[in-house]
């Protein structure tokens, strides 16, 4: 469970993490190209689980624009602004914008799937809040009882 408790803490996403992050993915460059590399390449490519590459890239994704959707199989990287011609730049916003919209959809399903486990954390906790009233109210009757 290493990778989970990673990507749980807080990541520092200034410009200066972002120039000390390194990944080996990042290092040959495969995602900086124009085609999309599949997750089985990767896999291939540096003898990793998909589970890995999933990790890898997710941690990517928080320093680097990954384009990743759910209709289309495959991962790269946005283009740089720079390089790109108008009507390029339209189409990767369009990409990207793609992107976007998916990651808050599954926002959207997580704060749905989150009510429910919070309204019983609620109720639990003011359950246990009335045990520990009746344990004080116990010990002290067994204190009056005791004098």
């Given at each position: ?7 749980s803490?807080?990541v ?136």
């Amino acid at each position: 469970m290493k990778g989970s408790k990673e990507m749980s803490k807080k990541v520092s996403q200034s410009k200066k993490a972002k120039e000390e992050f390194s990944n080996e993915l990042l290092d040959f460059n495969i995602l900086r190209s124009d085609k999309v590399v599949y997750k089985q390449d990767l896999q291939k490519m540096f003898n990793i689980s998909e589970r890995k590459v999933r990790l890898q890239i997710s941690k990517i994704s928080m320093y680097y624009p990954v384009i990743s959707k759910s209709c289309q199989k495959g991962y790269r990287l946005a283009k740089p602004i720079d390089t790109l011609n108008k009507e390029d730049l339209q189409l990767e916003v369009k990409e990207v914008n793609h992107v976007l919209k998916e990651l808050q959809s599954r926002v959207i399903q997580l704060k749905a799937k989150m009510k429910p486990l919070i309204a019983w954390k609620k109720v639990a906790e003011k359950k246990l809040e009335e045990m520990d009233g009746l344990k004080d109210i116990k010990i002290e009757i067994y204190r009056k009882d005791n004098e």
